[in-house]
């Protein structure tokens, strides 16, 4: 069975002169989840909160945060859990550590401080992960010298790990394997119902029914959509119903 393929989205994938925002329904028919950028720094993604509803109860949602090295984590941490307003989605939290700003929290002591802060904001058990880049990840660890224990720290978050024009990616230490892995950033943003011309893509790490239970789901129907043709994959689709809570029913549009 192939991996379950899953975009993520930013207010890039909104063109400001329209009226029109991402058409998850659309989105619904060519992937089986959504993760959506919720800010960086101290400000919060325009789009967040319009597409965090409209999303909800169409796709399983993940979220994750840009980490921004020249703001003090916990302040980071605290606006990105008042923006969900109570509602933390189906899926992780992903801590997005990617950026090259070299301001004064940029060591890997500044992630763990942003992690540890995080999860004091968020009810016990609430699933954190961490996106990065292979190479990105050694040079700011590793090529650090960071120590052994700590760098097993890291490794109890799932791994969402960035790496293209590959045909399985690299994952750095500590992790042995990943579960998000983004393989394109041009993906085509007309499959996904969104205004930008390329989109990034994911895959998660197995087929729909491993989703569905990695993340507590149940799911009702499946269905393959066309390929992505810049990178010949074949695509899949579910309906679910969510069991966190509250009972969600995702409903297949079109029919």
Do not use: H
Request: proline share 6%; hydrophobic share 35%.
């Amino acid at each position: 069975m192939p991996n379950l393929i899953g975009p993520d989205v930013s207010f890039y994938q909104d063109d400001n002169a329209t009226e029109r925002m991402i058409d998850f329904a659309k989105m619904e028919s060519n992937a089986g989840y959504v993760i959506i950028r919720s800010g960086q720094n101290l400000w919060a993604d325009p789009d967040f909160k319009p597409n965090w509803q409209a999303a909800k109860g169409v796709l399983p949602r993940g979220s994750y945060w840009f980490y921004d090295s020249r703001v003090e984590p916990k302040r980071q941490a605290d606006l990105w859990v008042s923006l969900f307003e109570g509602d933390l989605g189906e899926l992780p939290l992903f801590c997005d550590f990617e950026d090259n700003y070299d301001g004064q929290y940029g060591r890997w002591q500044d992630w763990y401080d942003f992690i540890e802060g995080l999860k004091s904001l968020l009810p016990a058990g609430r699933e954190i992960g961490i996106y990065t880049a292979y190479y990105y990840w050694l040079e700011r660890t590793v090529a650090k010298g960071i120590p052994t224990a700590s760098l097993e720290y890291f490794k109890q978050y799932p791994l969402w790990v960035a790496n293209y024009k590959v045909e399985k990616p690299l994952v750095p230490k500590p992790w042995t394997e990943w579960v998000f892995w983004q393989f394109t950033d041009k993906g085509d943003g007309s499959l996904y119902g969104v205004e930008s011309r390329n989109i990034d893509l994911n895959y998660f790490n197995g087929d729909m029914n491993a989703f569905r239970t990695r993340f507590k789901l149940s799911w009702r129907q499946g269905a393959t959509a066309p390929p992505v043709e810049t990178d010949k994959i074949d695509l899949k689709f579910l309906v679910v119903d969510m069991e966190n809570g509250e009972q969600i029913t995702f409903v297949k549009r079109g029919e």
